[in-house]
Nanobody
Framework: QVDLVESGGGSVQTGGSLRLSCAASGDIHSRNYVAWFRQPAEKEREAVALISTLGSHKHVQPPLQDRFSISWDSADDAYFLQMTSLKPENADMYFC???????????????WGQGGQVTVSS
């Protein structure tokens, strides 16, 4: 069984930075990709970034490429979303997830973290 535990969410002022962590336990490498999603209130989850579970391939959605990055700590099997120059529109619930295919669709991911709130104040 693979478990994903998120941490690092919180509140930051506009222009600040946050680093979200997704710590994996169990055989995360039974999956091929870890992704970060955001979920606005009353809306569908939306992909932010993804990474192969061994870190060889990374993708950030184009509108965020200049401010967000995704990475893997091989020693701890932890996956990170580094967010800089945060704006109020980036404030949402964020989830990490693991799946077997390269996808930006949440239905293609079968293991999910518990979610963490990111708040950005003016």
């Amino acid at each position: 069984q693979v478990d994903l535990v998120e941490s690092g969410g919180g509140s930051v002022q506009t222009g600040g930075s946050l680093r979200l962590s997704c710590a994996a336990s169990g055989d995360i490498h039974s999956r091929n990709y870890v992704a970060w999603f955001r979920q606005p209130a009353e809306k569908e989850r939306e992909a932010v970034a993804l990474i192969s579970t061994l870190g060889s391939h990374k993708h950030v959605q184009p509108p965020l490429q200049d401010r967000f990055s995704i990475s893997w700590d091989s020693a701890d099997d932890a996956y990170f979303l580094q967010m800089t120059s945060l704006k109020p529109e980036n404030a949402d619930m964020y989830f990490c997830a693991a799946g077997r295919t390269f996808s930006i669709r949440p239905e293609d991911f079968d293991i999910w973290g518990q979610g963490g709130q990111v708040t950005v104040s003016s």
